[in-house]
Antibody, heavy 118, light 110 residues
Framework: EVQLVESGGGLVQPGRSLRLSCAASGFTFNDYAMHWVRQAPGKGLEWVSGISWNSGSIGYVDSVKGRFTISRDNAKNSLYLQMNSLRAEDMALYYC???????????WGQGTLVTVSS | QSALTQPRSVSGSPRQSVTISCTGTSGDVGGYNYVSWYQQHPAKAPKLMIYDVSKRPSGVPDRFSGSKSGNTASLTISGLQAEDEADYYCCSYAGSFTWVFGGGTKLTVL
């Protein structure tokens, strides 16, 4: 059974940093691209960042470029999102999702909540 | 990286059909056959319903179908059931390893 379990969310002050993690199991992690997708309270889904199976391709939504860094450790079956210079508008539930260019995002975690407030 | 455009809400009666549109540009929806659709019930994670414009993952009922014409993709749900009431999001690959979602559509089953 595919499982994606996010962690690392919490309350953080504006301008500070947070590192999210996603532990993957039930599939061959290093065969698949992975993504972070966020959802602000009461709002829609927003794709944040994606990374290919070998970290050779990485993309970000414009609003986080230069502040967020996605990475993965295939030996640990883990995906990460380093978030720096956090802003109020980054406050959201952050989902980890599996999927590549083809076949969509076929598995999602339950999310980890990031609250940005002073 | 502008969000794809979806109607904010649609509704239909049980056993009827509804179609949700998703309009983008030639840089996303129109440029790639990599449109996917997600169903999200309240306080739940999204679920993949359609990928690569019109393909259904295993376990998704064939009442759900997808299509695309130019810069607009569509999700059609036929034979509406009460459990179909949810938010639906389209998503498209947008090149350079980036993706973009639509704003979401709330489906109400009357």
């Amino acid at each position: 059974e595919v499982q994606l379990v996010e962690s690392g969310g919490g309350l953080v002050q504006p301008g500070r940093s947070l590192r999210l993690s996603c532990a993957a199991s039930g599939f061959t992690f290093n065969d698949y691209a992975m993504h972070w997708v966020r959802q602000a309270p009461g709002k829609g889904l927003e794709w944040v960042s994606g990374i290919s199976w070998n970290s050779g391709s990485i993309g970000y939504v414009d609003s986080v470029k230069g502040r967020f860094t996605i990475s993965r450790d295939n030996a640990k079956n883990s995906l990460y999102l380093q978030m720096n210079s956090l802003r109020a508008e980054d406050m959201a539930l952050y989902y980890c999702a599996k999927g590549g260019i083809e076949r969509g995002l076929d598995y999602w975690g339950q999310g980890t909540l990031v609250t940005v407030s002073s | 990286q502008s969000a794809l455009t979806q109607p904010r809400s649609v509704s239909g009666s049980p056993r009827q059909s509804v179609t949700i549109s998703c309009t983008g540009t030639s840089g996303d929806v129109g440029g790639y056959n990599y449109v996917s659709w997600y169903q999200q019930h309240p306080a739940k994670a999204p679920k993949l319903m359609i990928y690569d414009v019109s393909k259904r993952p295993s376990g998704v009922p064939d009442r759900f179908s997808g299509s695309k014409s130019g810069n607009t993709a569509s999700l059609t749900i036929s034979g509406l059931q009460a459990e179909d009431e949810a938010d639906y999001y389209c998503c498209s690959y947008a090149g350079s390893f980036t993706w973009v979602f639509g704003g979401g559509t709330k489906l109400t089953v009357l």
